[in-house]
Every structure is written in structure tokens, then in C-alpha cells.
């Protein structure tokens, strides 16, 4: 069985990925070969193809942060003889971290959740890291109530997008930072917008003049700051990404361990406010089977929420999974309105 898959060779442009083909070793036991139906253009590829991802792997590597396929084959039953919980030709989705830019994948069919029939593929795949990231900020890192007031930055990307529309479901009030291309979409979404050009502090005091519950905050750098002051009490700050720090020379592990280290003094502060930095893989080394079932457990209630309509699958743009260079291209843009994802 072949596998055609995109690599990127080192740092570089987005057009400096190329497509391979070689031969792929068959799923040994507990693993499953997944025909990759689609596959996600994640923030965290612009930090990668820039040396800056806190923890990738050495260049060359196969990037692609999640997937959904079609279960195409299983391996060897292990020494136990054990039934596998996935079948042949049931669609699955996978949190890989890389390697999910190809056509087919090699998994541990643990790791494999199943999608609900009624849920197309492209919009299976924009729930997966964004859904589950979204999903545990809203519901295990802050735990905001309905009626509520939140702030979300980026509101339009892939995880902000799909952020407001679990949080406005349940009749929390969002306000959104995004630039204007993206206001009228998120009006539609139910979010309040706010350039984040302009003065975000001074915006979000006039719509929440006791502060909000909870932001989340994905740019890290200098506005961390503006982000916790912005806090009612006894609200938490949800810190996740470093963006603005993506074209920072210089070791990538510096910039999240300051972010690090500022969120631990503002929680020792007397203030009646909390920060928390989420990083989705915490637990997944020591605690595997935890995790595993924690992941079963939150996409798929994601995942329920699209099959029933009550959020939307926020599609920016789809591209062949071999013009990839063009897709993290776009991505790069500015301005895209939700998830971009790859085709085989
Ligand atoms: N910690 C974790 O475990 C974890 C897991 C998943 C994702 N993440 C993080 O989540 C973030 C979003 O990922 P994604 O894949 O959803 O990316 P994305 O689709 O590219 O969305 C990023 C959004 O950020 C907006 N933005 C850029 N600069 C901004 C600023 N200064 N203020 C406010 N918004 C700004 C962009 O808006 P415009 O295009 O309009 O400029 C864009 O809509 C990334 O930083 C990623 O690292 C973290």
C-alpha cells in the first residue's frame, strides 16, 4: 500500500513543501490504517514552518495536526486476542499533532474517535483540535455560566470561531476581537465585535463595564496584560498560544515559558482573578487511557452539536492536499474566516 504525503523539509516558505510517495508499512497490533478524508491547516503549522512550535519534532517531518478518514484496515489482533472498538469502513477522526498532511495514516486505534453519521467529513474536520481545544477552554478551564460575558480574541479563526458558537449556544454573551473583514460573520454567529486594531480596553469597558468572566487570549506577548486587566472578578484569563511572538527570533520555548511565568504571578496575586494556560496534550504521556477517554468524551459531544445544528461548521477554504504550500499560503493571510482544510 503507497502513501502520498506532504513534507516539510526545514524552515522555509509555505511553497518550500513537496509531496512524496513511498510505501507504507502495514498497521501492526492495535493500529488501524485510516484513508484520510480530510485534514487541517492548523495556526500551529505557521509556527512550525518557522522553527517556532514549542515542541516539534526534528526537519524533515510529514506536518497535519488532525484528520478525518475512513477505517480501511486493522492490524493483528495483540497477544490478548482483543475485539477492536473501530471497524472496517467507519469514519473516524484523529488528533496527530503532525503527519495527518497525507492520504493515508498509520494509527493506534486508540486514539481513533468515531464521527456521527450525518457529519460530513470537511465538517467533522473542523471540530478536531479546534472543538476539543474550544470545547475543555470554555467547560474545564474557565467554566462560565449562561449569561455570562465573555471575550474571545481572534474570534474568526479556526478555534475562535468555533469557541463563540458553543459559548453563544448555551446564551453566554461574546464579545469577539477579529479584524473588520470578518464583523459581519461574526454578527451572524451572535458575537459583538471589536476590532483589535482599535483600543480593545476601552471597547470591552463600554460593553462590560464590571469586566468580562473569562478571555481567552491565543496572542500572548505585551497584550497578555490588557487581556487580565480586562477580568470581572473572579474571572479567569484562558491563555493558549503565543502568536504574537511567531516572528520572534530566537529559541520557540522562551516566549511561552515568560508567558508562563507572568500567569503564575498574576495567580499568587490577592485579586479574586485566575489565570490558566490550556495546552491540549497535558496528561497524554502519564495518563494515556484518561486521556483517550477524556478526548472520546469532549469531541464527541462537539461532534453531536454539529450533527444536531446547533453549531456550524466554519469552512474558510478547502484545497487538494497536494497544493498544501498554497493552502498554509492562505491560511497566512489574514482575515480567513474559519478552518482551512486539505482534500487527498
Ligand atoms: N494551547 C493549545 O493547546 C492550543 C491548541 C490549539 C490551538 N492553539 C492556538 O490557538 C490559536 C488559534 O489557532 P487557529 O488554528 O484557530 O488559528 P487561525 O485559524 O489562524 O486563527 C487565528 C486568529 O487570530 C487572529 N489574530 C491574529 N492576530 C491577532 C491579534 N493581535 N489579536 C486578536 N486576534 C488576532 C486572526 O485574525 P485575522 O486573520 O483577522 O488577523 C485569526 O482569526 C493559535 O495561536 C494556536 O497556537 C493552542
Redesign the pocket.
Known sequence: MQVNEVVLPGIGEPESLSVRTRELPGPGPGQAVVRVEASGV???EQ?MRRGKYYDQPAFPFVPGYDLVGIVEAIGPAGSGGSVSPVQLGERVAALTKIGGWADRVVLEIADLVPVPDGVAPIDAETAV??GV?AWRMLWRSARVRPGQTILV??A?????STLVQLATHVGIRVIG???K??HDRLRELGVIPVD?HDDVRARVRELAPDGVAAVFD??GGP?ITDSWHMLARGGTLVS??T??TKNVPGNPRLPVLKLLAQLALWNLLPNGRSTTF????AGKARHPARYRAELREDLGQVFALLADGSITAQVARTFPLTDAGAALRY?ES???AG?VVLLP
Open positions: 492548523s495556526f500551529a509556527q483540535v479546534n481545544t480574541l481572534g474568526g479563526g479556526g478555534v475562535g476581537t477579529a479584524s473583514s470578518q483589535y491565543h496572542v497584550g493558549y498560544g502568536a504574537a490550556f495546552n491540549l496534550w491560511a489574514g482575515g480567513v478552518k
